[in-house]
């Protein structure tokens, strides 16, 4: 057995911050990324099996060992989003998971107020987003309330679309190249003590030369595999005992069935084992072969729910106790680590997902050859977006016989034709003939048309490639994984070579190439992959026809209802001829539309309004959940348009309107087109940030207040200016505070002129802000009257404390009171960005009234939370004070510790706020 450091190989990673994309990093070059942006959120991604855990688990054995500094100091929780509860927090499922020693591990609530107080100190590492219970609220992964905590998220693709933009960071794991593959293979065979079986495993692969491509040829998607640590460890294992390695996932995955089951023979007694070793698969015992399928059961049912741990009392129902037990001595299953010391349930799980979806794969295999899947049951294989892999394993354990799955897929639909051009390239060459003409067979004569149809424009695609429909829709769902852009790049040359003689026949491959380029958009769950420019361009080419042909060949294929999504961000050169009309007509196509992300150059306005007019009569934005037409001018729009689009489209999440050139008159005309109560009921939903909001009317602000969404997730506050809000508006709430109640916990009013407002008027941000965490006021043209008034107000309400000034930079506070300035400190979570000229003070004063304030606040009424005390006291022995003044500081510390030394609850206030002064 070997610690993780001497086997830990970098894998390949691909790194995007908000100012460089898929830059190639090594892991200390990312930990050293995290450790300069702390606190700081990562998302990693990446296939499974390709080393998400494992550098997880580097990571957290490297911070418990003190290998490495990046996080010296902190304290680090590694969570499994599997172990998550339903209702419960990431923080619950941490405190759920620590094992207490004595009578307190009843009480876990000082453990969740300890990690509350210390989220600066936290270190979360969270693996395996996509094994989180459906019941489960995903977006907790937002983790808005671990803002000043380090956390790193892995998932497998596909799971993480709605949440990148809450991450600092975004890693693609893409496993081993070629030369990490020929560094893990030295360091395996060295540790092993056989270094020579190693370099000959090199030789085998062609490592060493510039050959390697054959071999990655020659093996096919085997190569793949090899960049997924463990089944690279897998393949060592192989060649250490066999010195061979298989060329197809079917005979790849036996071989690793039979690796296990040798090694549990082997270290089986043989007094009770009389088994032999299995030299080929064919020859393993019908008990084993039973018990794998019997687990290829259980994990084919768990993994269509995404599930992979599972109870005992499943277990035992579908396989029995004593196939449990072989189960465990073989190494198939382990038995989980409890979720927690004082939770007792059994659970059981494969020692690596691909290994349980092979299982799935095999069992589903063995059912289709022997006994035939109902058509019923194969939909539910083909469509669960949970058995991707289940669907490989399938296929390659099948080989020759794939067609009695595949002829359940035929069907004349897109999806269908989808599924084809996805997992036909999982049947090995010398088998696709044979599986084709049974395809072919099993096809009816009604599809045979529409097939052939779909082959013209394929061929045309590939300039007469003389080949079956699909195997052109294998290579062309190639062509669109290697380089999308290309390919729509290529469409949109068709289109401009078109002229009137070939316009049908363009029209109709445009929308044939559209079946596969639109489902792998929804596919690859991210609606960027492929801009629909090429469709655009189309119907703004040959305008009715285009959509005519396009709404027939959608409608014979099924695809209009797989569509979820439209996106189209014009080309420098504007389509000058497509209008609203079309626009309406190529929407009312597509009857589950839920997301409209669109930008043109020109006529934008006057687009949209013809678009939302002629759309008004029927369901066209029924379903809408987002709608994107930002950052272009509607100048010219009717903002009742607008809200016509916020009455009709009830589920909208996310309606982006931001830098639209919109005047207060457009917003006040979408606003009164709204139902007022539907929109006070909703929050978070409208952008309108940098457009001109200053003459809207106090009630129709404080009516969308709460609607209003902003772009940035690293500073989600309300700015003022970036709505070009007044202060006069501001005025105008504020001299009504009760009345209203606004959910935002960070309010930016940096760079609006507030010397109008009087102070005490100023603290009623507190009432209509309740939940305020946040209130910057920089370069607000604020005095020290105001300050004073505001915080005078506030310390008479006991309300100052709902509130963190985090900066008043840019404004002249000469006049500020002695008072203020206790209470701009005390109450403060952060003093660095606040510039007061703290050496022109009268200090003898300032002395008085210091221990006045914290005699009366806190010895007197025994507070605890002492820590912006000890703030205060740092910074004014930071080189402001003369030596008498700092021995003052020193004796006033002294008394203050020696008055609470002695309750328990201050000692951790204590060490916080020792730092601080140190």
């Not at 007792?344 to 799935?360: G, I, K, N, V």
């Not at 290529?490 to 491959?509: A, K, Q, Y």
Request: some cysteine; overall charge neutral; glycine content about 4%.
């Amino acid at each position: 057995m070997y610690d993780i450091s001497q086997m830990f190989t970098d894998p390949v990673l691909y790194t995007s911050t908000r100012e460089e994309r898929n830059k190639l990093t090594t892991v200390q070059e990312l930990l050293s990324i995290i450790k300069s942006r702390d606190p700081c959120k990562v998302l990693i991604t990446g296939n499974g099996g390709i080393g998400k855990t494992t550098l997880l688990r580097y990571i957290s054995y490297n911070w418990a060992t003190n290998s490495d500094s990046t996080f010296a100091g902190k304290i680090l929780f590694l969570v499994n989003v599997r172990d998550i509860k339903v209702n419960q927090t990431i923080i619950d499922a941490i405190v759920y998971r620590v094992r207490l020693k004595n009578s307190l591990s009843k009480n876990r609530t000082h453990i969740k107020t300890f990690i509350e107080n210390h989220k600066r100190d936290l270190v979360i590492l969270i693996d395996g987003l996509d094994e989180l219970q459906p019941a489960v609220d995903i977006q907790m992964f937002k983790i808005e309330d671990l803002e000043d905590s380090t956390v790193i998220l892995t998932s497998r693709p596909g799971f993480t679309e709605t949440l990148r933009k809450h991450f600092d960071i975004h890693v693609k794991v893409e496993g081993f190249d070629t030369e990490h593959i020929k560094h893990y293979i030295t360091r395996y065979f060295k540790l092993i003590g056989k270094p020579n079986l190693g370099q000959a495993l090199i030789a085998t692969f062609h490592l060493n030369s510039d050959l390697n491509h054959n071999w990655r040829s020659y093996y096919n998607n085997i190569f793949e595999l090899s960049s997924s640590p463990f089944l690279l460890l897998k393949m060592c294992t192989m060649w250490q005992h066999y010195q061979m390695i298989p060329s197809d996932f079917q005979y790849f995955f036996k071989e690793i069935f039979r690796l296990i089951l040798n090694q549990y023979i082997n270290r089986s007694d043989r007094s009770t084992m009389p088994t032999k070793a299995v030299k080929d698969f064919d020859s393993i015992t019908t008990e084993h072969k039973n018990a794998m399928l019997m687990l290829g059961n259980v994990s084919y049912i768990g993994l269509q729910k995404n599930v992979f741990k599972y109870t005992e009392e499943l277990l035992n129902e579908l396989m029995g106790q004593e196939t449990l037990n072989l189960l465990l001595k073989i190494g198939f299953l382990y038995k989980d680590e409890p979720i927690a010391q004082d939770n007792f349930t059994d659970a059981y799980r494969c020692p690596h997902p691909l290994l349980s979806e092979a299982l799935a794969g095999f069992y589903l295999s063995n059912e289709i050859d022997t006994l035939g899947l109902d058509s019923k049951e194969c939909k539910k294989l083909r469509t669960n977006p949970h058995l991707h892999m289940t669907r490989i394993f399938t296929i390659s354990f099948l080989g020759p016989n794939a067609d009695k799955l595949m002829k359940h897929w035929l069907a004349n639909k897109a999806s269908n034709y989808y599924s084809f051009s996805k997992y036909f390239k999982y049947v090995k060459e010398e088998n696709e003939g044979k599986i084709l003409k049974s395809l072919d067979k099993d096809m009816s004569p009604k599809m045979k048309i529409h097939v052939e149809h779909l082959r013209d424009s394929f061929k045309q695609y590939f300039s007469g490639n003389n080949l079956h429909l699909i195997q052109l829709l294998k290579t062309f769902s190639d062509e669109i994984s290697k380089n999308m852009y290309q390919v729509r790049n290529n469409i949109v040359l068709t289109i401009d070579e078109s002229n009137e003689s070939s316009s049908d026949n363009v029209c109709r491959f445009v929308a044939h190439m559209s079946i596969l380029l639109k489902l792998y958009q929804v596919d690859q769950n991210n609606i960027l992959l492929s801009s629909d420019n090429y469709l655009i361009k189309l119907i703004d080419k040959w305008g009715d026809k285009a959509l005519e042909i396009i709404s027939n060949e959608w409608k014979n294929y099924s695809l209009s209802e797989e569509i979820r999504s439209f996106v189209f961000f014009e080309d420098d050169e504007p389509y000058r001829h497509i209008n609203g009309s079309e626009l309406c007509r190529l929407f009312q196509i597509l009857p589950n539309l839920e997301i409209i992300k669109i930008r043109f150059s020109t006529y934008n306005g006057l687009r949209i309004d013809s678009m939302v007019s002629e759309c008004k009569h029927s369901e066209t934005f029924v379903r809408l959940k987002e709608f994107r037409i930002s950052f272009q001018n509607l100048s010219s729009i009717n903002g009742s348009s607008l809200g016509h689009i916020l009455n009709v489209s009830r589920d909208l999440a996310n309606f982006n309107l931001s830098s639209c050139s919109l005047s207060s008159k457009q917003i006040t005309e979408m606003l009164n087109e709204v139902d007022k109560n539907y929109l006070k009921s909703k929050e978070n939903f409208i952008n309108l940030e940098v457009n001109d909001l200053s003459n809207i009317d106090r009630d129709l602000l404080a009516n969308l207040i709460n609607a209003l969404k902003v772009s940035d997730s690293k500073d989600p506050g309300l700015s003022w200016k970036r709505h070009h809000l007044s202060a006069k508006q501001l005025h105008d709430l504020l001299m009504s505070p009760w009345r209203y109640k606004f959910r935002w916990n960070s309010l930016i009013l940096d760079g609006v002129d507030l010397s109008l407002i009087k102070g005490n008027t100023l603290a009623n941000i507190f009432i209509i802000f309740p939940n305020l965490t946040r209130l910057s006021m920089n370069d607000c043209n604020l005095n020290g009257t105001i300050v004073n008034d505001m915080l005078s107000e506030c310390y008479k309400n006991n309300i100052i404390n709902k509130g963190d000034l985090k900066s008043l930079k840019g404004n002249d506070l000469m006049n500020i009171h002695d008072k203020s300035i206790i209470e701009l400190f005390v109450f403060r979570k952060n003093i660095s960005n606040v510039t007061l000229e703290i050496e022109k003070l009268d200090f003898h004063n300032f002395i008085i009234t210091f221990y006045e304030y914290i005699y009366n606040r806190f010895l007197l009424q025994n507070l605890t939370d002492l820590k912006s005390v000890f703030f205060l006291i740092g910074f004014m022995m930071g080189g402001y004070l003369n030596t008498l003044y700092t021995r003052f500081f020193f004796v006033f510390f002294i008394m203050v510790f020696t008055h609470y030394m002695s309750r328990s609850e201050f000692k951790s206030n204590f060490s916080d706020g020792l730092s601080t002064v140190c």
